[in-house]
């Protein structure tokens, strides 16, 4: 599987921009991307305008066609003048293995139905 680790550090007074245009490209890619198995955001504790991203697809070319997507191009034209910088690291995961990946993506989906 492929995965992104991204750290957005935003500017402060865009921060709640930033989150709501996130979090519709991260349930949008769960939803929409058979290719898209986890998309999670978190926002560091001591520095609130620093945001990470791990994100995980069947491959790079599951990616790449993610930054085709409809959810993504709103997002990137929303939040490229919210960044103060951006740091992306490709990886390979190793646990959980391949197979449970599809359990993982099926939780996913489950909170956004349950909100």
Same mark, same amino acid.
């Given at each position: ?5 991204? !750290? ?8 709640d921009a930033y989150i709501k245009a996130t979090l519709?490209?991260? *349930? #949008?890619?769960? =939803?929409? %991307? +058979? #290719? &898209?198995?986890q998309f999670e955001v978190f926002r560091d504790q ?10 995980? *697809? ?9 930054? !085709? !997507? +409809? ?14 910088? %951006?740091?992306?690291? =490709? &990886?390979? !995961? ?7 990946? +599809? ?11 349950? =909100?």
């Open positions: 599987m492929f995965a992104i680790l991204a !750290t957005h550090v935003i500017k402060l007074e865009h921060c519709s490209d991260a *349930y #949008g890619s769960i =939803q929409n %991307e +058979p #290719g &898209c198995f001591e520095k609130s305008n620093v945001f990470y991203l791990v994100e995980v *697809y069947t491959d790079k070319v599951a990616f790449e066609k993610h930054l !085709t !997507t +409809p959810h993504f191009l709103a997002w990137h034209s929303i939040v490229k003048e919210l960044f103060e910088s %951006e740091t992306v690291l =490709q &990886c390979s !995961t190793i646990i959980p293995e391949k197979s449970h990946w +599809p359990i993982l993506k099926n939780t996913m989906r489950n909170l956004r139905n349950s =909100q």
